[in-house]
């Protein structure tokens, strides 16, 4: 199972991907935006743990995103449970030398056309801490809303920090 657009792919994640993983995700800049199950420093092991963990997805939910044919990071969602089975929260990275070239806002727009289509996900979201404007703006060009802000409620880099909620709803369920 792929999904492409241009040299933009989403695919399984492979095993021999946890070396290159491992090299990407190992930088503050990107952990410092993540929950701290994203850990700092990023070793080879947490990427070998982190593949295997996804062997099994069935339907697919984590992605590697591939630039020019090379994994750069991961996409993936977590769909919810009893009433919120119908959303799915999102997540995202790359590494920083991808940065700034349009990937992520690709690899959402596909995984996104991808849960309305094939998995009938009716609302995706994420929360955004305050200070990344980078991710907030890849929402906004996809088309996410802004829902609200949960103030203070975000404990990272020894200090307090709102959250930015953005959502976006399956076009057939705007009101
Ligand atoms: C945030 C992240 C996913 C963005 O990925 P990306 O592939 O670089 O994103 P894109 O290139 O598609 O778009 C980035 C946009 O943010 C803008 N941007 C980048 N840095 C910015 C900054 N400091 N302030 C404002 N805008 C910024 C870019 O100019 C671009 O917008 P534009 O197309 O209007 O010029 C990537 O930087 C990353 O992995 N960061 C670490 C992990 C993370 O933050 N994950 C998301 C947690 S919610």
Not at 41 to 61: G, H
Not at 142 to 168: M, P, T, Y
Request: charged share 25%; aromatic share 14%; glycine share 6%.
């Amino acid at each position: 199972m792929q999904l492409s657009e241009g040299n933009i792919s989403l695919r399984r994640l492979r095993e021999n991907d946890a070396a290159r993983m491992a090299r990407l995700a190992n930088n503050e800049k990107i952990s410092r935006n993540l929950r701290d199950g994203f850990p700092h420093p990023y070793t080879l092991a947490d990427a070998i743990t982190f593949i295997n963990n996804c062997r099994d997805q069935d339907p697919l939910t984590t992605f590697a995103i591939e630039y020019q044919g090379e994994y750069v990071g991961n996409i993936g969602i977590f769909p919810g449970q009893d009433v919120y089975r119908k959303s799915a929260e999102i997540g995202y990275f790359i590494g920083e030398p991808y940065w700034n070239k349009g990937i992520v806002t690709t690899a959402l727009n596909l995984i996104t056309d991808y849960c309305f289509r094939e998995l009938d996900l009716i609302r995706l979201f994420t929360g955004v801490f305050e200070y990344n404007t980078a991710s907030m703006r890849v929402l906004e060009k996809c088309g996410f809303e802004k829902d609200c802000v949960f103030k203070k409620s975000v404990f990272k880099q020894e200090k307090i920090w709102d959250e930015v909620r953005f959502s976006k709803i399956h076009p057939d369920y705007l009101d």
